[in-house]
């Protein structure tokens, strides 16, 4: 198995199990957590290098949430969380990795909050 498809399998299982606040490299403290406590998707999506919003721009529904695109890795390789399909898509000098995940954090609930309130 490659290097890009471990690096997009680890991140489809840390948002589908979760990630605690010691392997996320965050103060527990500041958050009233212990260090072994899930991190929520707000958290999560506080490190994210760039979110871009899938909108309905019919006119029944013009501006309508549908979902994101997240980037968490740029630069080698690229790495987009995808909530309108459930995968994690990873790109590399033309190779190409995805894994499926259950968004166990509500990454997708939070970005259409976000979308929302104007980001």
């Not at 899930?38 to 994210?48: E, H, K, N, P, R």
């Not at 721009?57 to 399909?85: H, K, M, Q, S």
């Amino acid at each position: 198995m490659s290097t890009l498809q471990n690096h997009v399998d680890h991140i489809a299982q840390t948002l589908t199990a979760g990630m605690t606040y010691e392997d996320a490299g965050m103060d527990h403290e500041e958050h009233g957590a212990e260090p072994t406590d899930l991190i929520g998707g707000y958290d999560y999506l506080s490190d994210v290098l760039e979110i871009k919003y899938m909108t309905n721009d019919d006119d029944e529904g013009a501006g309508e949430y549908l979902g994101a695109r997240i980037l968490v890795a740029f630069g080698g390789p690229n790495i987009w969380i995808d909530t309108t399909t459930r995968k994690v898509e990873g790109y590399w000098w033309g190779d190409e990795a995805t894994a499926d995940y259950t968004d166990g954090m509500d990454i997708d609930g939070v970005c259409a909050e976000l979308y929302e309130m104007g980001e």
